[in-house]
């Protein structure tokens, strides 16, 4: 079975000001990762993912996220925020021999001026 | 040109109820899928299909009925209302043949019983 623990459920944070959002999984087989983003009223937006390969990868909108193996973790960054930036974050994995998608309980980054 | 729609974005009915969600994909892809956010903002899978066949079915109670008439579509029908179904259901489509493709979301049918 899979789970993906997002500790912080707010992330309050300045204009301009780097961030990090939290992830960690817990998996027995192997797992593709993933950060969704939701604006409010909207569907899910992918901003990156990752397969295999580079251990750092980059998204949309400046993000970027790191997977580490042996921490289990999948940190999402971005070096200086906007306003724009204020929505709900998700962090989800995907077992390698399956379509589904497991989530977390989301981050809401709250961006202020 | 919208890649995933789901028609009607709100819904307010009452307990006992039936209600239908309908969700089209134009991206060409062969696998959707339903899920539901709570309150909370959890996200669940529900059902998915590929090519029209079941493919997952997460223990969701059988008043809940997706029905694919062609891999572009899968529809959501809903029988008995009660309040705890109250959430925003979320249609979602990929590919398949190459796993780890992400999932495209349409933006949600919010269900609200009174």
């Known amino acids: 079975a899979q789970s993906v623990t997002q500790l912080d459920s707010q992330v309050p944070v300045f204009e301009e000001a780097p961030v990090e959002l939290r992830c960690n999984y817990s998996?027995?087989?192997?797992?593709?990762l993933f950060w969704y983003v939701q604006y409010p009223n909207q569907g899910l937006q992918l901003l990156l993912k990752?397969?295999?390969?580079?251990?750092l990868v980059k998204g949309i909108n400046g993000f970027e996220a790191e997977f580490n193996k042996s921490q289990t973790s999948f940190h999402l960054r971005k070096p200086s925020v906007h306003i724009s930036d204020t929505a709900e974050y998700f962090c989800?994995?995907?077992?390698?021999?399956?379509?589904?998608?497991?989530f977390g309980t989301g981050t809401r980054l709250q961006v202020f001026p | 040109d919208t890649a995933v729609s789901q028609t009607p974005k709100y819904l307010v009915t009452q307990m006992g109820n039936d209600k239908s969600i309908k969700c089209e994909q134009n991206?060409?892809?062969?696998?959707m899928y339903w899920y539901k956010q709570d309150s909370k903002k959890f996200l669940k899978i529900m059902f998915s299909?590929?090519?029209?066949?079941?493919?997952i079915n997460e223990t969701v109670p059988n008043r809940f009925s997706p029905k694919s008439p062609d891999k572009a579509h899968l529809n959501l029908h809903i029988n008995s209302l009660e309040l705890g179904d109250s959430a925003v259901y979320f249609c979602?489509?990929?590919?398949?043949?190459?796993?780890?493709?992400?999932?495209?979301f349409g933006d949600g049918t919010r269900l609200s019983i009174l």
């Open positions: 979602a489509s990929s590919q398949t043949g190459a796993l780890g493709q992400p999932q495209h």
């Open positions: 998996s027995s087989v192997s797992v593709y």
């Open positions: 990752y397969l295999s390969g580079s251990t």
């Open positions: 989800a994995v995907s077992p390698y021999n399956t379509d589904k998608l497991i």
């Open positions: 991206l060409g892809h062969d696998t």
């Open positions: 299909y590929n090519n029209k066949e079941l493919i």
